[in-house]
T-cell receptor, first 112, second 113 residues
């Protein structure tokens, strides 16, 4: 069966450190993968999109990698801040038609 | 540019009733998708509309339906509400189909009692 898995346990890190979140998928061949941030009671906010022919993408303190062989994406936040505390969701679109399938999300807590 | 708006923000309904939720996409966005978010199942895709046509549908019963108007605004309807329909319903818009990021609204929190 098709699955998108993220670490369901919260990730606690110290301010200033690099946070690394993992997204693994099975039985998908996505053309691209997206990462979103969600704060409690709010809708997800788009962060980064990476295509299958891109190994790495960066935006300010964010970096995403996409390994189609391992079927895994890693999401990094460098120099993390307490304001980065949120749930981070990975999503892929099996049919490239705006029907995103989301992972369960990983809650990140950055402690000052 | 104004973001995606959803109305109402909160709703309490009784089992067996029906409900209509509304979504106004970002100006210029023609694709509108709907998602259901629950603690147990996470975010799940309901359906997607583009140019007033439903192009994709998720694995939800026929009680869940939607439509899109010529101005790209969209509504979703849930008939014969069940307790398990209690959830955050999120609408997202994007420019076109395929490989575009989606912009989510704040959601409508539906509670079925």
């Amino acid at each position: 069966s098709q699955k998108i898995e993220q670490n369901s346990e919260a990730l606690n890190i110290q301010e200033g450190k690099t946070a690394t979140l993992t997204c693994n998928y099975t039985n998908y061949s996505p053309a691209y993968l997206q990462w979103y941030r969600q704060d409690p009671g709010r809708g997800p906010v788009f962060l980064l999109l990476i295509r299958e022919n891109e190994k790495e993408k960066r935006k300010e303190r964010l970096k995403v990698t996409f390994d189609t062989t391992l079927k895994q994406s890693l999401f990094h936040i460098t120099a993390s801040q307490p304001a980065d505390s949120a749930t981070y969701l990975c999503a892929l679109d099996p049919n490239a038609g705006n029907m995103l399938t989301f992972g369960g999300g990983t809650r990140l807590m950055v402690k000052p | 540019k104004a973001g995606v708006t959803q109305t109402p923000r909160y709703l309490i309904k009784t089992r067996g009733q029906q409900v209509t939720l509304s979504c106004s996409p970002i100006s210029g966005h023609r694709s509108v998708s709907w998602y259901q978010q629950t603690p147990g199942q996470g975010l799940q895709f309901l359906f997607e509309y583009f140019s007033e046509t439903q192009r994709n549908k998720g694995n939800f019963p026929g009680r869940f339906s939607g439509r899109q108007f010529s101005n790209s605004r969209s509504e979703m309807n849930v008939s014969t509400l069940e307790l398990g329909d209690s959830a955050l319903y999120l609408c997202a818009s994007s420019l076109e189909s395929a490989i575009y990021e989606q912009y989510f609204g704040p959601g409508t929190r539906l509670t079925v009692t």
